[in-house]
């Protein structure tokens, strides 16, 4: 039996710091399927206030995340900038291996493809040799997969192609 990873959605009042909290699986919590405020109702139970500020566990997509998210219009990890919280160096291994194991829409091949070309943007200025390496290995692997880069073009922002293009082996 697998052990299923419990995430925690707190709301703090800003009227009173009052701070409640749910628990929502690790789907509910990527996806962000779960509205705090409809599970625990809308008023603080301390003060009444409707003003909250929330904080939401990010989980660290992993391959049925993705996969899940590949083949569902529905699901978002973010519903802005779904490439730049793609973009951590952690989620690399299952972005490539959903990018190699799966057919899928334009769409998200392009948001997956934009978020290997954040991650080298972001590497691409720093000092720290850690930066370097992962650089490095994300050209390398979109180098392999300039096909699939073709199909992104549209969804990568020109400043961060004119910063990442010219490192990769054949420009686009």
Not at 37 to 60: A, D, H, T, W
Not at 133 to 153: F, G, Q, S, T
Request: hydrophobic share 40%.
């Amino acid at each position: 039996m697998s052990q299923i990873d419990i995430y925690k959605i707190r709301r703090h009042c800003s009227n009173c710091d009052a701070q409640e909290e749910i628990e929502v699986t690790e789907r509910e919590a990527a996806f962000d399927l779960v509205d705090i405020n409809q599970r625990l109702g809308s008023n603080c139970k301390k003060c009444s206030s409707i003003s909250f500020f929330i904080s939401r566990p990010l989980p660290i997509p992993n391959f049925e995340l993705l996969k899940e998210w590949a083949f569902n219009e529905d699901l978002y990890f973010s519903s802005q900038d779904e490439d730049l919280l793609l973009a951590d160096g952690e989620a690399l291994d299952a972005i490539l291996e959903i990018l190699d194991m799966l057919q899928l829409p334009d769409y998200k091949t392009g948001i997956l493809m934009s978020a290997l070309c954040v991650i080298v943007y972001n590497n691409t200025l720093g000092d720290d040799p850690q930066f370097a390496e992962l650089r490095v290995r994300v050209i390398e692997e979109l180098n392999k997969r300039l096909d699939k880069l073709l199909i992104a073009d549209a969804f990568i922002m020109d400043y961060i192609k004119a910063i990442v293009y010219p490192q990769l082996t054949e420009s686009n």
